[in-house]
């Protein structure tokens, strides 16, 4: 059972952290690593290097749209395969657990699990801009 009252509010939670962790690691790509170490390191693991920028862009707009709670069910269904992507392509390799040297693929697949949530959930409170309204 759904509790009618307090729902809207996990969705808040759950849409502005994970919003607020998009536009962390998207920024950190942009400014820390820099675009074309970013794209290095895709090429480096076996990923056209221009998918990095795509993939920064994705983490900040996508990230920023969730904070303000635009369209988050769309936002939400698009960014499941950046996860999926990282789990599979960037962590895949230090195995499952996230504390393995390198960070494994719990970390990004649970992201998924929670972007795929919010994608069937909905914005919850304070969505400025909700596809639908209620």
């Not at 994705?58 to 069910?73: C, D, M, N, S, V």
């Amino acid at each position: 059972m759904i509790d009618a009252k307090f729902a809207p509010y996990g969705a808040l939670v759950l849409r502005v952290t994970t919003g607020a962790l998009f536009v962390y690691h998207g920024l950190l790509k942009l400014l820390v690593f820099t675009p074309a170490g970013a794209a290095g390191f895709f090429d480096s693991i076996g990923l056209p290097g221009w998918l990095a920028y795509l993939t920064m862009t994705a983490e900040i707009l996508g990230g920023g749209a969730l904070i303000l709670g635009i369209a988050t069910q769309l936002v939400s269904a698009a960014l499941v395969p950046v996860l999926l992507g990282a789990a599979l392509f960037a962590h895949r390799g230090a195995g499952f657990g996230w504390t393995n040297p390198g960070g494994g693929m719990e970390f990004p697949l649970m992201w998924a699990a929670v972007q795929a949530s919010l994608a069937l959930i909905g914005d919850g409170a304070h969505a400025l801009y909700p596809l639908r309204r209620t």
